[in-house]
């Protein structure tokens, strides 16, 4: 397997999910820019009336932007209490008509073969103990020609094990960054092979999380670790970016 193993996280606070969106604090940037990204590049690879799943949905933010672009999305989490919450969160408004969401496991999706055109799936691989049987669900359910966005850890990052060191001495702020989660590490090049193995064909991968934090402070900043993104050795972006996301396509 790509992952370095660990133990991963089972569960969530939700009122810490929810503040990752709600009071978008410096040191959740992580967090809420994965699923920017996330939500920009299904955007681009959909059409309004598509129907898309976004599994790992927590408290459905992402969910219910892709709601909002005229996609008809189904948020699947395994914990109830993030459905819930979601359901009272998201369900009444009137801009995400095509919206649901149910409480089901990442690697026993309740979906017939192919009848789905899309899976997004944000800071949620690195918390599976077996993320290729995600994997599996998600070619199985997917059509043909449908696409899967997930995001990753970098296992290669020098930045995050940098940062890794930082959670160590410095004082804890009691967000959900500071938590002591544990989670699975990708490393590009192997992950590509697991995914082709899987019947995916990788269309682009993309790094992101271009900084350091300790608390609420980044540095750089968090326009200038977007501006990092755009780098063009991919060398550099590999060594340094502290995740990645990836496009690929069932063919």
Same mark, same amino acid.
């Given at each position: 397997m790509s992952a370095k193993w660990l133990k991963p996280v089972d569960h969530f606070d939700v009122e810490q999910w929810d503040r990752v969106y $709600? $009071?978008?604090a410096g040191g959740d940037f992580v967090f809420r820019r994965g699923v920017e990204l996330a939500k920009e590049i299904s955007y681009r690879v959909s059409s309004p009336g598509e129907v898309w799943l976004d599994v790992g949905c927590g408290t459905g933010h @992402? /969910? /219910?932007?892709l709601s909002r672009t005229g996609r008809s999305v189904i948020g699947v989490d395994h914990d109830p209490t993030m459905i819930d919450y979601a !359901?009272?969160?998201? @369900?009444?408004?009137?801009? $995400? &008509?095509e @919206? &649901?969401?149910? *409480? *089901?496991? *990442?690697?026993? @999706?309740?979906f017939g073969n192919e $009848? #789905?055109?899309? #899976? #997004?799936a944000t800071s949620l691989a690195g918390c599976l103990s077996f993320p290729e049987r995600f994997f599996q669900e998600t070619y199985r359910v997917l059509c043909r020609g449908g696409y899967a966005v997930m995001t990753f850890t970098n296992r290669d990052s020098s930045l995050l094990k940098i940062n890794s060191y930082?959670? !160590?001495?410095m004082p804890p702020t009691g967000g959900l960054k500071d938590n002591n989660f544990s989670f699975r590490l990708y490393q590009d090049k192997r992950l590509a092979k697991d995914l082709k193995r899987n019947g995916f064909t990788v269309i682009e991968v993309s790094y992101y999380s271009f900084f350091l934090n300790w608390g609420d402070r980044l540095l750089p900043p968090a326009s200038w670790a977007v501006r990092a993104e755009s780098l063009k050795n991919s060398k550099i972006q590999r060594r340094l970016g502290r995740n990645f996301i990836v496009l690929m396509q069932k063919i």
């Open positions: $709600t $009071t978008r @992402l /969910a /219910a932007m !359901k009272r969160r998201f @369900l009444n408004e009137h801009s $995400t &008509n @919206l &649901n969401f149910i *409480a *089901a496991d *990442a690697c026993n @999706l309740p $009848t #789905v055109d899309g #899976v #997004v930082l959670r !160590k001495i």
